[in-house]
T-cell receptor, first 117, second 115 residues
Framework: AAGVIQSPRHLIKEKRETATLKCYPI?????VYWYQQGPGQDPQFLIS???????DKGSIPDRFSAQQFSDYHSELNMSSLELGDSALYFC????????????????FGPGTRLTVL | AQTVTQSQPEMSVQEAETVTLSCTYD???????LFWYKQPPSRQMILVIR??????QNATENRFSVNFQKAAKSFSLKISDSQLGDAAMYFC????????????FGKGTRLHILP
């Protein structure tokens, strides 16, 4: 079965640079969530989208922005990177249709490991 | 706001033995989901077990079972016949059932399996 795809899997950037993380949800899933997991920490919710509209917002820095496109994939844009942005970034997708396997459940991608030097 | 608390940062268990990981949560909602996620060294987030709050029966998945005490807001995970592959960080997590809400994670419990 198709899973959530995240790219790139690993990313190394310098301070003050910009990074773009991409998430491709499971086919027919219309909701995407982004989480940030710092070293030794639990995942923290950043932002979510439903049908291309922002549906909820967590502790996402103003330097970060995100959007969901017409094909339901999502991109997290991170500017003016700081050392503290080094983390594992998870994307999760959810499908609302009752006929979808595991409907109303979030499925996690493998994550993008961002290292800021 | 909802919170999830895991009071055991680390635990160890002998291979083939049984271990219980504790979790408590706080919420004013009556309908919600509770989860246990496993995060091995690969850091993939793997769903172990899920419990709907409206169901009184405790969820079970093979060697994994939960003890869900709604009134006490307690949700413990029991792992039977522990295997070396069970070594991982385990996160207890909460999600509201009223909206397609974010998942709130506890701080995690690192489980070591002793051969």
């Amino acid at each position: 079965a198709a899973g959530v795809i995240q790219s790139p899997r690993h990313l190394i950037k310098e301070k003050r640079e910009t990074a773009t993380l991409k998430c491709y949800p499971i086919p027919r899933h219309d909701t995407v969530y982004w989480y940030q997991q710092g070293p030794g920490q639990d995942p923290q919710f950043l932002i979510s989208f439903y049908e291309k509209m922002q549906s909820d917002k967590g502790s996402i820095p103003d330097r970060f922005s995100a959007q969901q496109f017409s094909d339901y994939h999502s991109e997290l844009n991170m500017s003016s990177l700081e050392l503290g942005d080094s983390a594992l970034y998870f994307c999760a997708s959810l499908g609302r249709g009752e006929k979808l396997p595991g409907h109303n459940e979030q499925f996690f991608g493998p994550g993008t490991r961002l290292t800021v030097l | 706001a909802q919170t999830v608390t895991q009071s055991q940062p680390e635990m160890s268990v002998q291979e083939a033995e049984t271990v219980t990981l504790s979790c408590t949560y706080d919420t004013s909602e009556s309908d919600y989901y509770l989860f246990w996620y496993k995060q091995p060294p690969s850091r993939q987030m793997i769903l172990v077990i899920r419990q709907e709050a409206y169901k009184q029966q405790n969820a079970t998945e093979n060697r994994f079972s939960v003890n869900f005490q709604k009134a006490a807001k307690s949700f413990s995970l029991k792992i039977s016949d522990s295997q070396l592959g069970d070594a991982a960080m385990y996160f207890c997590a909460y999600r509201s059932a009223y909206r397609d809400d974010k998942i709130i994670f506890g701080k995690g419990t690192r489980l070591h399996i002793l051969p």
